[in-house]
């Protein structure tokens, strides 16, 4: 019975992780194929490390709690690689599906009119 | 006080993180934790120089739930959208006004929007009034602005900002 639902557990962890990395090629440009890898793989990886816990939890020696470590870091390093990595995005202005936002054509503007930015020349 | 022990919140996770890692409860063990747990905020003060303060530890709770429930439900709508036509999505870049204030909320609500799929997280303003979001499918900015303020945005300005 355990191993049915060991088996579901990765299974499913697999299958949403392999969805995510899917997304980074089927989707179009940059700031959607960052919703594939870091998204649709929490819960991959979630189920992965429930099926961890359990199985070290029923076949060691006492619980296995390391998995809730791992669920904390990645909770925590993962949201804050993305934000970077869209911020570092928008500053290069790469092509996007989306309009771009408002914000970054009035800095643009500002910038313009005191001169070429910082950026401008990179 | 103050002095000794300028996160008195940050000693006890950190004391039981270091539990979790050795996967043990031996005395030795609880003694070194808590010696982090003294030692790395006194040592990291200049990080952190403001006190954190949670008001409503139910409300927090509350908020952690819905979190998950939400990352939970928002993947399988991901898998579909990565599934389905990409042709028929309609990402967008949305500005989310904020309320917050404080260093920790913010950062926490930017985080909570990158965990939630569908959504990322991609600028702050400079002066910290709004935070730039990028959707991946945004039939609607308006609903989904409501949506982050209603669902993520108010709980926090609670358990951190409430007077």
């Known amino acids: ?122 | 006080m103050r002095r000794l022990l300028p996160h008195p919140l940050l000693t006890p996770i950190l004391a039981l993180i270091w539990l979790l890692l050795n996967n043990s409860l031996s005395p030795g063990h609880i003694l070194l934790g808590l010696l982090l747990g003294w030692f790395i905020p006194w040592f990291t003060l200049r990080f952190w120089p403001e006190r954190v303060r949670i008001r409503r530890p139910l409300t927090l709770l509350r908020f952690i739930a819905v979190v998950l429930y939400d990352i939970v439900v928002a993947n399988l709508s991901v898998a579909r959208r990565i599934l389905g036509r990409p042709a028929a999505l309609r990402p967008a870049f949305v500005s989310v006004p904020l309320e917050l204030k404080t260093e920790l909320a913010i950062s926490l609500l930017a985080n909570t929007i990158c965990l939630t799929p569908g959504t990322v997280s991609a600028r702050l303003a400079p002066d910290r009034r709004c935070l730039l979001v990028h959707g991946l499918h945004v039939p609607d900015a308006g609903a989904l602005v409501a949506s982050i303020k209603q669902r993520y945005e108010a709980p926090l300005k609670e358990v951190f900002e409430s007077c």
């Open chain 1, 1 to 122: 019975m355990l191993e049915y639902l060991l088996s579901f557990l990765i299974l499913t962890g697999a299958v949403f992780t392999f969805i995510g990395s899917l997304g980074l090629a089927r989707l179009k440009d940059f700031y959607t194929r960052l919703h594939g890898p870091t998204k649709a793989t929490t819960l991959g990886v979630g189920s992965l490390l429930i099926a961890s816990a359990l199985l070290f939890s029923t076949r060691g020696d006492g619980v296995s709690l390391h998995e809730v470590l791992v669920t904390l870091f990645l909770f925590i390093t993962a949201p804050v690689s993305a934000h970077l990595l869209a911020k570092a995005a928008l500053h290069l202005e790469l092509p996007s599906l989306a309009p771009a936002p408002q914000e970054e054509t009035h800095d643009r503007q500002a910038g313009n009119s005191r001169g070429p930015g910082p950026h401008k020349g990179a």
